[in-house]
């Protein structure tokens, strides 16, 4: 239920365009849903962890980009 | 190690028009910033930008038990949105032990005026907006007698979040809400910063600096009872 000074039409434009695939990856222990960008890259979309100090970590921030080899 | 912390500074930049305020746990403060759409159960179109609850309060919590971070500002610059995860996010906030102070900056409308009365102590700069208004249901909506309670039963824990955190009457809440002829094309109000203030929603018209004073106030006077366990 949304309670925004934005007309819902507004908010809600695109809905039905489907997310971007993502595939989940675990770095040191944290499992990341990350969106593949290249074969060696990708932004982090979601973070999934019960370690609450792992929010705060920068390079976990959903909008990072990852690069591994 | 530099050169990663620099390029994950530089990435927050350019992601999302945001600065670190801290960097390595030099400053003792955290800075939450609440913008655009809250989000709730529902991904949102690419198109909103939002503020995802699920990664603000494990934010929260991280917060709450380092003891290396002394207090919390939440600046906000939010349009609202879902109305359970805005109210997670200010309960969250309200419990907390930890000292925290809001700034409303721009906007703190709709579900973003409980997350800003949620912290000990709220500011709002001289230009920003607070808009109240009413809850309304979208889409398809069966129409029973149960569906306006439901909705008035919404409102409610909007409104007793709202008054218990604030020094506002709940019969001027309720009057600003249903207030006709302050919006064009809906019921409700829009204070702008003085206002806020003056109708108790609000304790004070300040910017970083105040919010910041008031912080080093807040985390003396803890420390000052015997500091943080």
Redo the contacts between chains.
Sequence with gaps: MLYTIIPIEDVLEGLDESPPPTVDVAVHGVLLQVEPLTHFSGRVQRLISSDPQAYLNPQYQPGTILHWT | MEA??QE??V??VK??GQS?LVEDGYSPY?CLTIIG?IE?HM??????KTT?Y??VI??L???E??PKIKGLLIVLNT??????A?LAIAEMIKSMKTPTVSLVLG?G???GAPIAVAADYSYIAETATI?I?P?R??GLVIGVPQTYEYLDK?QER?IQFIVQNSRIEVETLREMMFRTGELVRDVGTVLVGEEAVRVGLIDGVGGVSEAIDRLHQLVAAREGQGGRK
Excluded: Y
């Excluded at chain 2, 991904?43 to 909103?48: G, H, S, V």
């Excluded at chain 2, 349009?79 to 359970?84: A, Q, S, W, Y």
């Design positions: 990663n912390a994950a500074a990435q927050a992601q999302f670190n955290h759409q709730g991904i949102l179109p690419p198109r909103n995802k699920e990664h494990p934010q919590v991280a917060v038990q380092n349009v609202g949105g879902d109305i359970e805005g906007g409308h709709s579900i808009t208004h809850i249901l979208t919404m909007v």
